[in-house]
């Protein structure tokens, strides 16, 4: 999916935008708008690992992402390891 469309998608599971209340403020939030709010940033968060994987596909790099804790993680771009290079094809896609 296009990082456009899950952007389109995270807007619709949370149209009141409650990602953008407070930290706090989320923190009060009843259940049912508790899961809104979390479908609309898990969607975002997709997409922007999405575009960021279409970048990287086009540098012939690789995206490393390190789980932290149960919500956190550590993003890095790095050089595509040998394995995985084998994967690809020879030519890259169309990307857009």
């Known amino acids: 999916m296009k990082p456009e469309y899950l952007e389109e998608l995270a807007g619709k599971a949370d149209p009141d935008r409650l990602w953008m209340l407070p930290v706090f403020d989320q923190m009060g939030l009843p259940v049912d708008k508790r899961k809104q709010l ?38 890095k771009a790095i050089e595509t390891p040998p394995e995985h290079i084998k994967l690809r094809r020879n030519e890259t896609p169309n990307v857009k």
Do not use: F, Q, W, Y
Not at 53 to 73: A, D, F, M, V, Y
């Open 38 to 75: 979390d479908a609309g940033v898990a969607l975002r968060r997709h997409a922007s690992h999405v575009r960021r994987l279409r970048e990287l596909l086009k540098e012939g790099k690789s995206l490393l992402i390190t789980p932290l804790s149960p919500n956190g993680s550590a993003i």
